[in-house]
């Protein structure tokens, strides 16, 4: 990718060429640089000012990594750690070791469970044509873009919350061509995803996520630039102080969905009824209420 300055001062970004790499090395990726650049008539030493890569050591190691290497020719080179890649990698050790991993794990148990069986989604949007609800297919909740792929899932998982419940409680106790193994599975999956910690945890991380892959989103785009790039990052960090401050009432969420855990299993919340939350199923929240319409 080449990004270069016209007359006017406004950047351009457009792809070169594309190239195998041959040796993965340091030394390896410059001489393939310099002699696709000496191919359009450019010396890329003389005319390098920046580059932007991800954080591998092969590009951004102090001794020996690609910058090192080029800021021996070029003094003045400004080595950039990819803003994207630095945002995914915060985003993750931020959310390490919390609930969110859970939450995870069951995306990614939901999208196999009807990725895998054409049969089972056929079933799933029987189920919520029945119900006149809408549903989405489960979607991917691993990926390289972290944040987005999160957000998708949770999102999509939100949507059709009831119908998955619904049809997942049909497969683990009714159907007799499901198989023994999977109706545990299932009944499994059940408990989990209609406990209240779990409820919460997934609207908590739903209403953090959100604005997160909405900021990620934004700078992946070719017109953006550095100092745009930067205004993004602020007004993302304002959104993250508003949250913090006036933290969102997700609570009342919570009546989009049909299902609550109970002391007896998973079971049908009719209209108007109280959900109470306890301290020891939220991991220390306070107790509170919520009216389900």
């Not at 690609?66 to 003045?76: F, N, Q, R, S």
């Not at 999509?156 to 998955?164: E, K, T």
């Not at 779990?198 to 609207?203: D, I, R, S, T």
């Amino acid at each position: 990718m080449s990004c270069m300055l016209d007359l006017k001062v406004r950047h351009s970004v457009f792809f070169l060429q594309l190239k195998d790499v041959l040796d993965a090395t340091a030394p390896g990726i410059l001489k393939l640089l310099v002699e696709t650049f000496a191919t359009f008539g450019v010396d890329l030493m003389k005319k390098l000012v920046s580059i932007c890569v991800d954080g591998a050591a092969v590009n951004l190691g102090v001794r020996h990594g690609l910058a090192a290497l080029i800021k021996k020719d070029v003094p003045w080179l400004v080595a950039i750690h990819c803003m994207n890649h630095r945002l995914e990698l915060s985003a993750k050790d931020a959310f390490s070791n919390t609930f969110l991993n859970e939450v995870s794990t069951m995306l990614v148990n939901l999208h196999f469970v009807y990725e895998n069986s054409p049969k089972r989604l056929r079933e799933l949007r029987n189920v919520a044509e029945i119900m006149e609800e809408r549903i989405r297919k489960p979607e991917r909740a691993t990926g390289t873009r972290w944040a987005q792929h999160k957000s998708r899932a949770i999102k999509s998982l939100l949507i059709g919350y009831d119908v998955i419940v619904t049809h997942l409680e049909s497969m683990a106790s009714g159907e007799s061509s499901v198989k023994p193994v999977d109706k545990i599975k299932f009944k499994g999956y059940l408990t989990k995803l209609t406990s209240y910690k779990f409820v919460f945890y997934m609207l908590f991380f739903d209403a953090l996520l959100d604005p997160l892959a909405s900021f990620s989103c934004s700078i992946q785009k070719s017109a953006v630039d550095l100092p745009l790039a930067v205004a993004k990052l602020k007004s993302f960090r304002s959104t993250l102080t508003s949250l913090k401050k006036d933290s969102p009432d997700i609570s009342t969420e919570l009546s989009v969905l049909a299902y609550v855990s109970t002391s007896s299993g998973s079971s049908y919340v009719p209209q108007n009824t109280v959900i109470t939350s306890k301290s020891a199923d939220t991991g220390g929240i306070q107790e509170e209420s919520t009216i389900v319409d």
